[in-house]
């Protein structure tokens, strides 16, 4: 069960190149999954993301550690995906 949004000290806020890269069919199934796990599996996330545009999202993290993993994540499968990497800022609340 993911956790409530108020037990989250820190958020990743991801700003994309474009909608297209962010919408990747590949990256949005690995990503799901991903999140999937942390939210309802590790009880890292709430599992839901504000939308600060089309291009641009924050999500709530349980610490920093989790809020790496999951910008680390993004890197990766970037990457191995061929998109270009967004912006990945890692705050605390």
Same mark, same amino acid.
């Given at each position: 069960? =993911? !956790?409530?949004?108020?037990?989250?000290?820190?958020?990743?806020? !991801?700003?994309?190149? $474009?909608?297209?890269?962010?919408?990747?069919? #590949?990256?949005?199934?690995?990503?799901?999954?991903?999140?999937? #796990?942390? =939210?309802?599996?590790?009880?890292?996330? +709430?599992?839901?993301? +504000?939308?600060? $545009?089309?291009? $641009?999202? *924050?999500?709530?993290?349980?610490?920093?550690?989790?809020?790496? &993993?999951?910008? &680390?994540? !993004?890197?990766?499968?970037?990457?191995?995906? =061929? !998109?270009?990497?967004?912006?990945? *800022?890692? #705050?605390?609340?």
């Amino acid at each position: 069960m =993911a !956790i409530n949004r108020g037990d989250c000290a820190f958020t990743t806020t !991801i700003t994309w190149y $474009s909608d297209g890269h962010q919408g990747n069919k #590949t990256l949005e199934t690995l990503r799901t999954a991903q999140l999937d #796990t942390m =939210a309802n599996v590790l009880n890292l996330t +709430d599992g839901v993301p +504000d939308f600060l $545009s089309n291009v $641009s999202t *924050v999500r709530y993290w349980k610490d920093q550690t989790a809020a790496e &993993t999951y910008a &680390t994540f !993004i890197t990766e499968q970037c990457n191995n995906l =061929a !998109i270009p990497t967004p912006e990945i *800022v890692v #705050t605390p609340r």
